[in-house]
């Protein structure tokens, strides 16, 4: 069984900068489309990123354009999130989710249908 680990969330300051990243300690993630989520309390679980197994494939949500990053170094068997201007409406727990499924290019509704194995998430909290 497929296991993540996300890690690099913290508290910063609006405007700040973090980078998320999701490894799967003796997995291979390279043959897996990876998907980055957000949930915020009282809120829907957002995809805020995701990225296909090969990364010719990247999609992200109109509240991180400009902002966010993902990117994947197969090496290191890791994917990351790269998040630069920092709101405080960024705030929420993070989740990188893999898949065996053209989940980033075909759209599942909602997006997290597309998805099979989950990390436990890791808090990102913006604020002064």
């Known amino acids: 069984q497929l296991q993540l680990v996300e890690s690099g969330g913290d508290l910063v300051q609006p405007g700040g900068s973090l980078r998320l990243s999701c490894a799967a300690p003796g997995f291979t993630l390279a043959s897996y489309g990876i998907g980055w989520f957000r949930q915020a309390p009282g809120k829907e679980r957002e995809r805020v990123s995701c990225?296909?197994?090969?990364?010719?494939?990247?999609r992200y949500a109109d509240s991180v354009k400009g902002r966010f990053t993902i990117s994947r170094d197969n090496a290191k068997n890791t994917v990351y999130l790269q998040m630069n201007s920092l709101k405080p409406e960024d705030t929420a727990v993070y989740y990188c989710a893999a898949t065996s499924r053209s989940s980033c290019r075909i759209a599942y509704t909602p997006p997290a249908r597309g998805y099979d194995y989950w990390g436990q998430g890791t808090q990102v909290t913006v604020s002064s």
């Open positions: 990225i296909s197994s090969s990364g010719a494939y990247i």
